[in-house]
Each structure stands twice: as structure tokens, then as C-alpha cells.
């Protein structure tokens, strides 16, 4: 079965060539692997997406960003509490929540460097 035939306007019938320098080029092909696009749909979507475009991001580095966001819940909960006077000694737990903070941020600057080499 043939695939259904686009409307004559989303038909993409215009070609735009540039040239870029060796570095333009390196710069684009890193921001369009790190979204999962080849170079010509990243420029495009750049271009004209109104919301800004997603870096793809690996299971490893979801589990990352999930705790970082639970962890950030819970220091706005600490500082809501706190703001509401009723915590008086919370030296333990920010000292906890630093000590995660801290673990979660070398696990994701170690696997990003781990990407690049």
C-alpha cells in the first residue's frame, strides 16, 4: 500500500543551500545529534519551532535529572517550612540533601565527559 499524498502545501518544493565554515558545520552536527536530528531537520526546526527543541537524553541521564527534580522538591519543602519558622535545627538534612546534590552532579558532569571522549 503506496503512502497517502501529502497537500500541495506541505509539499517542501523550495531548496535553501548555505555554506558554512569546517566550524559552523561541527557546531551544528553536535546540536543536531544532541537532539536527535539530522543537520537539515535541526536548521529547520530552529528555524521556525516556536518552543524550544528537546536535547535527547539517555535512561542513565533521565534517572539523573528525575532525582535532581525530587531533590529540588524537597529543598523547596525544607525552605517553605522553614520561611513558616517550623524547623528550627535542619543543619542535618541540608547537609543530606548537599552530600545528593553533590553525588548527582559528578554522576552527570562524568557521564557527559564520558559522551564527549
Known amino acids: 500500500m503506496a503512502r497517502p499524498k501529502k497537500k500541495i502545501e506541505e509539499l517542501r518544493i523550495h531548496q535553501v543551500n548555505i555554506r558554512l565554515t569546517e566550524i559552523e558545520y561541527q557546531l551544528a552536527r553536535e546540536q543536531a545529534d544532541l537532539t536527535g536530528r539530522t543537520v537539515a531537520n535541526w536548521m529547520r526546526d530552529s528555524a521556525f519551532s516556536k518552543k524550544p527543541l528537546r536535547m535527547k537524553v539517555n535512561k542513565m541521564d533521565r534517572s539523573y535529572y528525575i532525582q535532581l527534580a525530587q531533590l529540588g522538591n524537597n529543598i523547596n519543602q ?21 552530600a545528593l546534590l553533590t553525588e548527582i552532579n559528578s554522576k552527570v558532569y562524568d557521564s557527559q565527559a564520558d559522551k564527549r571522549d
Open 78 to 98: 525544607i525552605a517553605k517550612k522553614l520561611n513558616q519558622g517550623k524547623y528550627t535545627r535542619i543543619l542535618d538534612e541540608i547537609q543530606a540533601v548537599n
